[in-house]
């Protein structure tokens, strides 16, 4: 087990894609709360077309309008060169990139070949500059339209990301397909140093992190309230709650930096900013008591 891991809060793009618009300063709000209650690594929105995620539109408004606090780094995801452009107009700190293990979800997601994408990571690490680029691969633990994939094809589309520029690499379970064993097959294939992008589809999100963490991974992409789901994979849950994962590991020791009690209120923000309760436990149940008993 790990001693400290570090959260990437990922809500304020995951977590309100899957919602209706909500005004930007609204998103603006989301993005300081959390700030404010320690998280360091905050994926603040997505340059991706209007039309095809409308609750995403005027990033470059957004990150212009937040507080920016000292320490921390907002996030743009990319799908192409056009967004890694208007994301370094912006003035983002760092990229992320999805290319997909399954070829038909990365159609559905990016309208691209799993070729196309990685000749497209090499165009946006020109367009890039200095900013570092976490390649986040979609349906690392299998794929809705295409099932089981093996964890050596994840680690060798892994390889190819880095050669074509990422700097990182997170494995994502994009529909909730992981468990803990699977976990041990990929992370024995692609090593610790990996993120994971975890989803409560099938309620395995938390168990899975558990166990990624006993293997020494401690990088970790959460969503405030648990929202989140990609629009493109039916059925698809929101992510793991950053306040679940917070809960469970102030218990254990395990260092995140972020503050419970703000979180929640972060949470409780989100769930009036959406206009409906978060599915996060701990937003639901409270945290458990600190009393001896």
Known sequence: ???????REVGPRDGLQAEAPVPVEDRVRLIEALAAAG???IEAVSFVSPKAVPSMASPGEVIASVAKADGVRYLGLVP???????????????LTFTASASAAYNEKNVKMSIEESIEELAGIRAAAGALEIDAVISCAFGSPYEGDIRPERVGLLGDRLLDAG???LSMADTTGMATPRRVRELVAEVGPAVGLHLHETRGTALVNAYAAMELGVRRFDTSVGG???SPFAAGAAGNLATEDLVHLCDDLGVVTGVSLDLLLEASALVAAIVGHPVPSRIAAAGPRSRRAS
Do not use: P, S
């Open 227 to 229: 929202l989140g789901g």
């Open 166 to 168: 990422a700097t990182a």
């Open 39 to 41: 998280l360091r690594e």
């Open 1 to 7: 087990m790990t001693d400290a891991i570090v959260i």
């Open 80 to 94: 192409n060169v056009r967004g890694a452009q208007l994301a370094v107009e912006a003035g983002v700190d760092a």
